[in-house]
Every structure is written in C-alpha cells, then in structure tokens.
C-alpha cells in the first residue's frame, strides 16, 4: 500500500490578555529517568517530579505507563513500548496526543504505532497532562484530555561563561520478562548554540502470571504471557540556535523496532522503522489522506486577585478521502468491477469527506483563601472520524480481524456515513491544603460527559454478507464482528488525589501517606449496555519515607472487579485483586540507584483493560490478558 502524508495543523491565532491557572489542574511532570516521583508544590495541586525523588523502574520502556500514577489514568495493554493511554474512560485516538507540539494519527490499523511510542522515557524533559477539560489552545480534534510530552529544552551557556556540558548514562533491569535496557543523554552548547544527543535501547521477553492461566501448547508454558516480548531502539539528535530571545531548533529521531509482541491482538509488530524530522508522519491507507486545518482564539483574564477566567474557542476542518480499493481476489473479497460488490460499491461512492468542527472551552478558577481553591471546566469538543473508523470495506473474516485497537479479538468493518463526535464535559476542581501543601492536601475532581455521535460499534448487518452472519448477530460468547456506528453515550466519574505528612524526625526523616482514587462509568444509551474498557475502582495508598539520601515506598494498589462490561463485544469480566510493591532509591553524588519488589506477594490477577489473551495459537475465547507476577526490578544512573 501507498503512505499518503499527514499535513500538520496549519493554523493557529492566540490571543492572550492575562495569565491564568488551568481549569483540571493539569499535573505537571518533570521527568529524569529512570528514577522520578512526585510532590506537590503549589497551591493549585500541580504535580512535579524530582529528580532525586522515587524510582519507578518498569516505567523505563513505556511512556504510556506513567499516565497510571495520577488518579483516572491508566493504561491499556498493548506492545512493550506502545501502551495505549487511558484518561477517565477515554483513550487513545480519544485524547489529544502531542509528542513536541505534533498531532499525530495512529499509524496502523491496529494502532500499533501510538504517537507515545515515539519517544522513550529517557528522552522525555516533560509531560502535561488534562484530564478532561483542555484549553482550546492545547490542541483539538479530540473528545477527551490531553498528554502533552516534551524533550528537554536546549540548553545554553549563561552570560560569563563560554561552553557548558553536561549527560547522564544508565541502565535497568526486570526479572520477570528478563527485561534489559540502557540509555545515554549528553548535551553541549555554548551561548548560541546548543546539540543534545538521547539515545536508548530496550530488550524484553515473554513475562510471566503469578500462576498457570492456560495449558501448556506447542511448549509454552501455562502462565508465559506468549508475544509480549520486544526490541526497541531511539535515537534523537536535536541542534538549537539561539539569538537574543529567539531560539530555532531542529530534530531528528529514529526509531528502530525490530519485534514487538501484541499478546492481546491478531497480530505482531516486525521490522518496524521510523525516521522524523520535525514530526513528519505517515500512515498506511491506499492514498489516504487527512488534512487538518484549525484556528482558535483564547482570552485569558484576571479579574481580581481571587478569580481568574480562561475562554476559548476553536474552529477546525478536517479533510479526508481514499482511493479505490481491491481485495486479495475476486472470489473470497468480491470483484471491484462488479458494482453490486461490496469493493464495487466502495469503489463507486464518493469517498471525500470534510467536517468543519467547533470546540469551546470555559475555564473559571476561584481561590477565597490561602488554604482552598476551586476550578470550574465547561467544554465542548468535536472530533471527525479515523480513517480507520471511516474507510475499511470488506466484510471478508480475516479483514474483518485485521482492523481493531480494541485487545477484543473482534473484527470490524468501516462506515463512511459516521458523523463526527462531540463530547460535552464539565468538570469541577476543589483543592484544600495547609499553608505547606507538602504537609497536606486533598484535591477532588467529578465529571460528567455527555456524548452525541460517539463512534462506537453494533454488530455488522448480514445485508454486508461474508462474516456478518445472522448467528453473529445474536452470539452471545466468542469473537463477534462489528461495524463502526455513531450512537449517544455519557461518562462520569470522581477522581480524588490526596496526601499528609505523618512525622518528621532528625533521625528517621519525613514520613508522608499518600491515596489516589479513581472511580469511572460509561454507559451507551443507544444499545443499552456499558461502554467499553471502563476502568473499575481503583486505589493507591502509599506511606513514603524521605530519610537524607534515600527515598522509601510500601504501596498498595486495589483494584475492584469489573462487573460492568459491554456484552455486545462480549467483554469479559474480571475480580478484583490488591498489588503490594516496595521501592527504595538512593542518589548520592552523580549516582542514583533504585530497586523495586513489584507484586511482592505475587498475587494473580486479570488486566481490566487488557482485553483477551491471544498470544498464541489457537486464539480462544474466553481468557483475560493477566497481570506479571512478581518482579524484582532495578536501575542505575549516573550524572556527568
């Protein structure tokens, strides 16, 4: 197939009065890896991370996977390096994804290229998130939050001095999976010019469950989660000029996968190779093509020292058509001359499509007092169809499988008459704290979404023939068929983040309690059933010690079971479980060291967002994609 271009958003108008916080109060995460952790600094719950704070080791491969350490954030499971984020029952092609002020579309049917993907850990300088409500400046084009991730920002020499340098070099390891990676940062850069080289490589193996979920086939052993290895290889090269106040920067990044397992999908990831220079992407439909085009105007205002407001509002166009299509052969995909075939009728329809969208944002923060304040979010946002959403046409069964990022197993048909989505959210914010938030604070955050023409999925008419069957339509166990389908849907939840200092001694350190709690429901009210791949109640009750050059951790995390599932994709339901992991990290000088004790007890449990297991054949029905036992991870890193 042909790679048609992405043509990046184009146009952009900004105008900004005065400075004002966010409404959802975004988090804020600084990131040196491997090792970061979290405290709060500032009254509007804003979340940074240190760089001699806490190691979390098995985040060293999967920039999705920190989304999992803030309250209604997660991950569902997909390859080692390319987990799909998750933000308060809304994910991956849902969010507005920026990887250095890019929008990028998933690359594969299977979305087995997430815009996350393309920049490890390692060489990320810092991560933004919105959880619901996001400033129309933020981006669009999108129904849910926003993840916003940077590389470090170029450094430079200060006034006196000619030249400056500086890097880190570094390693970790993982048992379970014998999972093995290093990287390298080193900059150097006089007054006006700055270069930065990141580079990273990471190996893993099949990991395992905590106990046998499967019998043993074709030698694999029962609790070997089979296709979830991986390899993965980044480089960037980043160059920067800076005169007087302005800085031109320029990049390069590449991206060498050589494998990487899907356990929950049909297919496996081979031979994949990437090189982007200021982001330029690709994607692989047969002359397809997205353009998008937006411009938004945003009115920040202080109104007086207690209240500030935040407007918005964006107008988007995006565009979208694909070329005539063909199957493998005639006889089992339909004969494209033929009219009356399903390739014939695609063929014959017009394929172009363009939506003009509107989004508007209303941000209005209040603080009476030095010790609360309190955040309102109204929104709405629009987002057009996927290509993949759009234009898949056969109804033959194994291209029916090849489409979906779904972990289902199901297969799924296109439709080209989706409209496009809107999402409208409101969210409130309330924060109280001491007059030091480190000693304590309690943010809670409800929200309520209302969705019109959200794109979700009704089994697929047998007027379409090939798989779409009348026993399809009523099979109640199995893998199903489906076809894309604009229905009303609506999401709420409660997330609550909170934290207290418990003692501070000379001789043991600071000791802190932490909780984060997550609460998310989805319902579509149009088939009557939950949404999809709802996150079930969550907690993380954490107590950590900060005793001079270390930094200790005992978590617990509990998850509830997942009793409300979508019985028309005939999801599975999963129980409940408790984790129990222990952290320690010691940074002393240029060296920091961590060492994890993750699943300590190893307890068995089932991912609720990872979908079916179907690692390897034969793909039954039936087994929730499980957790990894215990594991003991490390990592080393040295500052220079």
């Known amino acids: 197939m042909r790679r048609a271009p992405i043509h990046p958003l184009i146009g952009a108008v900004l105008l900004a009065l005065a400075n004002s916080s966010g409404a959802t109060t975004p988090m804020t995460i600084n990131i040196n890896l491997p090792g970061y952790g979290f405290m709060t600094d500032s009254a509007d719950g804003v979340l940074n991370a240190s760089a001699n704070a806490r190691d979390n080791a098995h985040l060293a491969s999967n920039t999705a996977k920190i989304l999992q350490n803030i309250p209604g954030g997660s991950v569902s499971a ?15 092609n849902q969010l507005i994804l920026q990887v250095n002020g890019f929008s990028t579309p998933n690359a594969c049917a299977n979305h087995m290229n997430p815009p996350l993907s393309y920049l490890p850990p390692a060489a990320i300088g810092q991560i933004t998130i919105y959880p619901t409500v996001v400033p129309v400046s933020v981006g669009g084009n999108a129904i849910g939050g926003a993840v916003i991730v940077k590389s470090p920002q170029p450094i430079f020499a200060k006034t006196g001095s000619h030249f400056v340098s500086g890097g880190s ?100 990831m ?64 339909g ?67 090849m489409i979906g990022w779904f972990n289902d197993g199901n297969g799924y048909i296109g439709n080209l008459n989706l409209k496009p989505e809107t999402a409208n959210t409101v969210s409130l914010a309330a924060n109280f704290h001491g007059s030091d938030p480190q000693i304590w604070h309690v943010q809670i955050q409800p929200y309520f979404t209302y969705l019109h023409n959200y794109i979700g999925a009704v089994r697929c008419p047998t007027s379409l023939g090939g798989a779409c069957t009348a026993a399809n339509l009523h099979a109640e166990s199995g893998f199903v068929y489906l076809q894309f389908a604009n229905q009303t849907a609506e999401i709420w939840g409660i997330n609550m983040d909170s934290s207290a200092r418990l003692a501070q001694t000379r001789r043991y350190g600071t000791f802190t309690m932490s909780a984060k709690a997550a609460y998310v429901r989805g319902d579509n009210l149009s088939n009557h059933t939950p949404l999809y791949h709802m ?11 900060n005793w001079g050059a270390w930094r200790n951790t005992i978590e617990e995390q509990l998850v509830a079971a997942k009793n409300q599932v979508d019985a028309l994709r005939n999801e599975p339901q999963t129980a409940g479980y408790g984790l129990l992991n222990l952290r320690t990290a010691y940074r002393q000088g240029h060296w920091q060291a961590s060492l994890e004790l993750a699943n300590l007890l190893n307890q068995f449990y089932e991912q609720p967002l990872g979908g079916l297991y179907l690692g390897q054949r034969p793909m039954t029905y039936g087994t929730a994609l499980p957790g990894s036992g215990r594991s003991v991870n490390m990592s080393l890193q040295y500052q220079f």
């Open 169 to 268: 070099v570094g390693g970790f390891y993982q048992s379970n999976g014998h999972i093995y990676g290093t990287h390298l940062n080193a900059a150097a850069a006089t007054r006006h010019f700055s270069i930065n080289y990141s580079g990273s490589y990471v190996h893993g193996g099949n990991y395992t469950a905590a106990k046998a979920f499967k019998p043993v086939t074709y030698g694999i052993p029962g609790d070997v989660v089979a296709s979830s290895l991986y390899e993965a290889v980044y480089q960037n090269l980043n160059a920067a000029y800076r005169w007087k106040q302005q800085v031109l920067e320029l990049g390069v990044q590449y991206q060498s996968i050589p494998y990487q397992g899907f356990p929950s999908a049909r297919m496996d």
């Open 535 to 545: 996150m079930p109640l969550n907690l993380r009750l954490a107590l950590h010690q």
């Open 78 to 92: 997909a390859g080692g390096v390319s987990g799909l984020p998750v933000l308060n029952g809304l994910s991956d």
């Open 270 to 333: 081979t031979g994949n190779h990437s090189t982007r220079l200021n982001l330029h992407y690709q994607i692989n439909i047969d002359n397809g093509r997205r353009d998008r085009y937006a411009a938004f105007a945003d009115l920040k205002t202080q109104w007086d020292p207690q209240w500030n407001s935040d407007l918005g509002l964006r107008l988007e166009d995006v565009r979208m058509n694909s070329g005539p299509v063909q199957g493998y052969n005639a006889m089992m995909y």
């Open 335 to 401: 004969n494209p001359d033929n009219p009356q075939s399903l390739p014939g009728t695609f063929n014959r329809s017009d394929r172009q499509r363009q939506y003009t969208n509107w989004n508007f944002s209303a941000i209005v923060h209040y603080q009476p007092d030095k010790h609360s304040s309190y955040t309102l979010g109204l929104a709405r946002k629009a987002q057009a169809p996927s290509l993949y959403e759009l234009y898949p046409w056969s109804s033959n069964a194994m291209a029916m499988n």
